[in-house]
Structure formats: C-alpha cells, structure tokens
C-alpha cells in the first residue's frame, strides 16, 4: 500500500489515463523497471489488453541509455549498502546474486525495448541490443541459475538464513544432488567463481560507459 503513484496520500487505485500520465511524464527509473516484469492477474479483459499494450508501448519509449544506466547504478548501490551479505552461501543478496541479476536483466529489458519477463529472455535482449556480450549473458545466467536452485532448496530445508552446518547430512545431500555439487567445498567454490564473475559482468555494465544509442545496434 506504500507503493501508491501519488504516495501514502494518494488513492489506492488510479484511472487507466491518470496511469499512463503517471508513467510517462512522472515515474522513476526503478518503476519502470517494475513493468518489465508486470502482469495482469485479474479483472476486466479489455482493461488488462489495454494496460499491457501501454506496458510495450512505454518500455519501447524510455529506453534512455546512460539516464537508465546512472539510475539503475545507483539503486544498486543502496541495496548493497542497505542488504550486505552476511552469509557466504547467501543466494539473493549481494553482488552477482539473484536480485543482482534480476536488476541486470530488468534494464536490459528497458534499454532493449522489449516487452520480456522472463530473466533469460531479458538478458537476452540486452545482448540483441548491443549493451550485453554473450559472454557476459552467459556469466549472468549461470550465477542465476546456481543462486536460484540454492534459494529454492533452502527454503524446502528451513525459513531463514541457509546454514549447511546446521542442514545435517540429509540436508546437505539434497542440495548437493540439486545443484549437481559432489561435495560442499565444490558447491561453495562454484558459489564464489560464479557469483564473483556475474558482478563484475554487472560492475561492467553500469559502468556508463555507454552512450545510450544502445538500442542502435538492432
């Protein structure tokens, strides 16, 4: 209820007009970056088509290259500072981790002008773009997956902070046999190689460098 357009103030719903004024004259870069991955779930059919064609049609208008990248750099920032990794087998937190990568993909999605959900298809598009190598697309997704498979196995195993330590031996073996590891030391090494090579493909990224005519390499 917090995330109203208008703040704590504001109504809890808005018309479809003073949604798309809101979006295109007012919205912040990370708003936009939420529609990357918007859905409607619910409601009148007509209504849903037509905020999901406002959806691809404001992604394909604000793709504005070093605005985007500055933004996105900077929000990334505030979650490390906000969010440190406290574990070493930490898989959503911290650099080239879940949200790390989903940040990554989010802005390729915006910088490409594409209307894509999925992380593998957004990063994908950042790469047809000219903003991603397929080395670093490559990078990004082996640490998603790796991060992803460990997220959803700990929280099968226990409601807070993956701790193999404390999982016993039948814990350990169901995410050793889930990631594919034949022992804890491989798993926590790929967890590092892998985590460590997707934040400097990010680091690189927002780097800036960029001259936001990204979409130009189509």
Do not use: N
């Amino acid at each position: 209820m917090r995330l109203r357009p208008s703040g704590r103030q504001g109504p809890v719903a808005t018309a479809i007009d003073a949604f798309r004024s809101y979006q295109l004259t007012e919205a912040w870069t990370w708003e936009h970056l939420a529609l990357t991955r918007a859905h409607v779930i619910a409601g009148d059919v007509t209504l849903g088509a037509e905020v999901e064609a406002f959806r691809r049609l404001l992604l394909a208008e604000k793709s504005t290259g070093a605005k985007v990248i500055a933004d996105v750099a900077d929000m990334r920032a505030r979650l490390r500072a906000a969010k440190p990794v406290t574990s070493a087998w930490e898989a959503k937190d911290g650099a080239g981790r879940l949200m790390d990568v989903e940040l990554l993909g989010q802005t390729a999605a915006l910088l490409a002008g594409a209307p894509a959900r999925r992380i593998e298809v957004q990063l994908h598009a950042g790469v047809t773009c000219g903003w991603l190598d397929p080395a670093a697309e490559s990078a990004a997704l082996a640490a998603y997956r790796l991060c992803w498979q460990l997220r959803c196995g700990s929280k099968l195993l226990s409601d807070g902070a993956l701790d193999l330590a404390g999982a016993g031996e039948g814990g350990t073996a169901f995410l050793l046999r889930e990631t594919g590891a034949p022992d804890v030391a491989t798993l926590a090494a790929r967890l590092e190689g892998l985590t460590v090579s997707a934040a400097a493909v990010i680091d690189t990224a927002l780097r800036g460098d960029d001259d936001g005519e990204t979409r130009d390499a189509k």
